[in-house]
């Protein structure tokens, strides 16, 4: 079965300044997706950023993209410029053959001004 | 994106009643509906897959008779938890795809918190 780790409970950043979380994966498949997901206090689930495990190059979107190290089964995101609304938990995902998604623990985002 | 809302947004139920949660696809045609359990500060947990006009496929640990889905339509799955107890009391999320293949997006909806005293 996949799992996925997210070994950051919780994290801070300054506003205006850049953060990294962690997430790292265990799969045998060799085709999946890879998500990043924001789940601000509202609780709705908002996608940030997704990753294909065929391609090499990192996906990024405006001020967040990722690192994608595929043999280190590794997915970190890197959040630049932080502003206070991206202070949310958020969500490492996998999703393989079975059209499942499988969640991290979640890192909760504190941003300082 | 595309829109997906469930009703109630959030219920109080008596110990023993059975609460019914709603999904809607609003903007598109959803083949594909899931059921999450979410406790608080934890992360979201599958419940079961629905797909329009088939029986709900289950994760393990999940009671059948306890957490009812029908995927009735394209466009509206619904979740019956039956005899709740307060254990069942949690935030309950729904999301929904078009196509059955791991390509396509899933959207989520607001999701339903559910208390039962």
């Known amino acids: 079965a996949q799992t996925v780790t997210q070994s950051q409970p919780e994290m801070s950043v300054q506003e205006a300044e850049t953060v990294t979380l962690s997430c790292t994966y265990d799969t045998s498949e060799s085709d999946y997706y890879l998500f990043w997901y924001k789940q601000p206090p509202s609780r709705q689930m908002i996608l940030v950023i997704r990753?294909?495990?065929?391609?090499?190059q990192n996906a990024t979107e405006n001020r967040f993209s990722v690192n994608f190290q595929k043999a280190a089964k590794s997915f970190s995101l890197k959040i630049s410029d932080s502003q206070l609304g991206d202070a949310a938990m958020y969500f490492c995902a996998y999703r393989g053959y079975g059209n499942k998604l499988v969640f991290g623990a979640g890192t909760i985002l504190r941003v300082k001004s | 994106g595309a829109v997906v809302s469930q009703h109630p947004s959030w219920v109080i139920c008596k110990s023993g009643t059975s609460v019914k949660i709603e999904c809607r696809s609003l903007?598109?045609?959803?083949?594909?509906m899931f059921w999450y359990r979410q406790f608080p500060k934890q992360s979201l947990m599958l419940m079961a897959t629905?797909?329009?006009?088939?029986?709900?496929?289950?994760e393990q640990g999940v009671e059948k008779d306890k957490f009812l889905i029908n995927h009735a339509s394209l466009t509206l799955s619904t979740l019956t938890v039956t005899s709740a107890h307060p254990e069942d009391s949690s935030f309950y999320i729904c999301s929904a795809q078009w196509g059955g293949s791991s390509y396509n997006e899933q959207f989520f909806g607001p999701g339903t918190r559910l208390t039962v005293l």
């Open positions: 903007d598109f045609q959803a083949t594909t």
């Open positions: 990753q294909e495990a065929y391609k090499q």
């Open positions: 629905s797909n329009e006009g088939s029986k709900a496929t289950y």
